[in-house]
């Protein structure tokens, strides 16, 4: 299966920010791709004003997903992004979707909210209180994931549990002292606890590093990008995550109980 990984630089405009996302889907559709990963929070960034994706939210009927959903009518390619969608006055849920054949196929409300590193998202963001679900493609379980969810195993490792043979991660990793060291040290952990592919798309404006990635399941970076603007494409194959729970059966050898999530 061919996955693909558009990253770019959000901006202040919606109608602009869903313009790339369709032009990146008919990118990624025509070059064969059955996967395509977006970064996190597209509808709107402003470098000068860090509340903006809170305030520009819209509901899963607006025109920011209308746009995506016209576009992706008509063929059988998934697309994964997130938005925030308001909650309640001042506040949103910055949550995943899944896209397919014009039609919401899943969505995930981000478990894990960013309060770290001076950065703290709760203060207009809602958590979610649910796992994310598994969705399938050619055969393969793909698990949900947004940004800071890489940071806790436990949700990475409860997906595989279930059957996930691919970890997907819509992100905006904002930049600072050891952070890109972070990004691609936990994204190789995590291949490495489940034995998944991880497929993670970075927003690469001016506060975050973009570095997309996709990582098989024995920690091997195949597919990455820089700081700029960029269309991945490569190839996921069953047959590597057989070899690699061969080699590595870390899911069979564990001696703990499944982790009990919420």
Not at 1 to 7: E, H, P
Not at 206 to 215: A, D, E, L, P, Y
């Amino acid at each position: 299966m061919y996955v693909a990984v558009g990253q770019f630089a959000v901006t202040p405009d919606w109608r602009e920010n869903a313009g790339k996302c369709a032009s990146l889907m008919a990118q990624a559709r025509q070059k064969g791709a059955s996967l395509l990963v977006l970064p996190e929070a597209l509808l709107a960034r402003d470098d000068n004003d860090p509340d903006l994706s809170v305030k520009s939210a819209q509901p899963l009927e607006g025109d920011f997903l209308h746009t995506l959903l016209a576009q992706s009518a008509g063929n059988a390619m998934t697309t994964i992004l997130t938005v925030h969608v308001p909650s309640s006055p001042g506040r949103a849920v910055n949550t995943l979707v899944a896209i397919r054949e014009g039609a919401v196929i899943a969505s995930y409300a981000k478990l894990h909210l960013y309060d770290a590193f001076s950065i703290q998202e709760s203060r207009l963001v809602d958590p979610g209180n649910q796992v994310p679900p598994l969705i399938e493609i050619e055969g393969l379980k793909i698990g949900l994931m947004t940004c800071y969810d890489i940071r806790f195993p436990e949700l990475a490792l409860s997906l595989a549990l279930q059957g996930a043979d691919v970890l997907v991660l819509p992100a905006a990793w904002v930049k600072g002292p050891l952070k890109e060291h972070h990004w691609s040290t936990l994204l190789a952990a995590r291949a490495l606890d489940t034995t998944c592919y991880v497929v993670a798309a970075g927003e690469c404006g001016n506060k975050n590093i973009g570095q997309s990635r996709v990582v098989d399941p024995l920690g091997v970076t195949v597919a990455a990008a820089a700081e700029t603007p960029a269309l991945l494409l490569t190839e996921i194959m069953s047959e590597r995550i057989a070899l690699a729970r061969r080699q590595l059966p870390v899911l069979c050898n564990r001696r703990f109980a499944p982790p009990q999530l919420l």
